[in-house]
């Protein structure tokens, strides 16, 4: 299939989603234009006070990107040369990229196979080995470097282990940063209650990327937090770190979050709870039918299990499977779409090669580099269409 055909089945159909909301969406760009006010202002503001109702915390600060977001919460938290912030070596860029751009040092830990997410019991393991505690801070014993943060990203749209990396948290003195980009909507479990991911750690950051699932008209991003210091300090930052204008008392960024994009994201966020719930059924779809397939069983394929409590809204559907570009590419050549998130662990990136890793040092998320792949699934999916992508799947193997 040529690359400029568009797929029979993408990954992602966002023109399904905005045909259902045409008209509100209409009505709210209409009247920021009418108002004519595009930087921040009364639509920024109700937008922010919507996502921190919805989220159950007390602050939400909105930003220009998700990348931004997660630059932005570190320095507020003053990361700077010095620090380290432990994080997983499988996910997006800028999640690694925020710790490197403010000269402090992300030091990495390996997944956990059966989710990708970064694995607890590894941090764990890397703390009660490294981790030497002196007064209100941890050092790192190996590097000398304090340890300032723990960066869990809920990937794929699935929550971390909360609970333990709270835990951690307290134990070791390190402040939480929530990479919520992939999960907004998720809920995790923290010591028995379910909480809204990016309301649990000090603070969480957003990403309204189109393709998200609460996703704008372009970029946006938005930080949570439930300390209002931390959230005067963002408000500040993302403005040239003015307190007044032309009055700067630290060296921010120009980092906000347009009206339009925020007037379009309060209409979206109201069908939010049931896009992720179509999100979780049409997942669901796929478990049945990979399992009639059989593939399952002869260990060809893994799928996600199953999610009974929300900790799963499915923001990508990722199998682990062998073969895989050569499945990706006899996709594509049906019309399915699919991606690879992520072909290369950010410790071997070209870019982070003065850090020092190597091939090796994180085997399973080296491995889940070689095998994943992400299915189309939005949740105006048809079932039609996913018979149709399991059966190219199964007619692969059986070939
Ligand atoms: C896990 C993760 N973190 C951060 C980001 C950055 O968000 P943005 O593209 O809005 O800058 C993304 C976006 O893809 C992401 O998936």
Redesign the pocket.
């Known amino acids: 299939m040529s690359s400029l055909q568009p797929f029979k089945i993408p990954i992602v159909d966002l023109r399904a989603q905005f045909a259902g909301i045409r008209s509100e969406i209409d009505e709210a760009i209409d009247e920021v234009l009418e108002s004519q006010q595009f930087i921040l202002g009364p639509t920024v503001k109700r937008f922010e006070k919507q996502m921190a109702a919805y989220l159950g915390c007390e602050h939400a600060v909105g930003v220009a990107?998700?990348?931004?977001?997660?630059l932005l919460a570190l320095m507020a938290l003053e990361v700077g040369p010095g620090d380290a912030v432990l994080v997983t070596p499988f996910?997006?860029f800028?999640?690694v990229s925020s710790i490197t751009r403010l000269g402090a040092t992300p030091l990495f830990v390996d997944i956990d196979p059966d989710n990708y997410l970064l694995s607890a019991k590894a941090t764990a393991a890397f703390l009660d080995e490294r981790g030497r505690r002196e007064s209100a801070q941890t050092l790192d014993a190996k590097t000398g470097l304090r340890l300032k943060a723990l960066l869990p990203?809920h990937?794929f749209g699935q929550c971390c282990a909360m609970t333990e990396f709270t835990a951690l948290a307290e134990k070791y003195h390190l402040r939480i940063v929530e990479?919520v980009?992939?999960a907004c909507g998720a809920r995790a479990t923290v010591a028995g209650h379910l909480k809204f991911a990016g309301a649990i750690g000090d603070l969480g950051?957003f990403?309204?990327?189109p393709s998200?699932t609460l996703g704008g008209f372009g970029?946006?991003?938005l930080v949570t937090t439930g300390d209002g210091e931390l959230a005067a300090k963002l408000r500040m930052l993302r403005r040239h770190g003015e307190s007044t204008k032309y009055h700067h008392q630290v060296t921010g960024i120009n980092s906000r979050l347009d009206s339009l994009q925020a007037a379009v994201l309060a209409v979206k966020q109201r069908h939010l709870e049931q896009w992720c719930q179509a999100r979780i059924e049409r997942a669901k779809n796929y478990h049945r039918l990979f399992t009639e397939t059989g593939l399952l069983e002869e260990n060809i394929l893994r799928i996600p299990p199953q999610t009974t409590n929300r900790s799963h809204i499915f923001n990508n559907y990722i199998i682990t499977v062998r073969r895989r570009d050569e499945l990706k590419q006899c996709l594509a050549e049906q019309g399915i779409q699919s991606e690879v998130y992520y072909p290369v662990p950010l410790h071997l990136q070209a870019c982070f090669a003065a850090l020092g890793y190597k091939k090796g040092d994180f085997p399973q998320a080296e491995l889940a580099a070689k095998e994943v792949l992400a299915l189309p699934l939005y949740p105006e999916l048809t079932s039609a269409q996913q018979e149709s992508v399991v059966e190219a799947i199964e007619q692969f193997y059986g070939a």
């Open positions: 990107s998700g990348s931004d977001a997660l996910t997006f800028s999640t990203v990937l990479d980009a992939q950051c990403s309204f990327f998200k970029d946006g991003g």
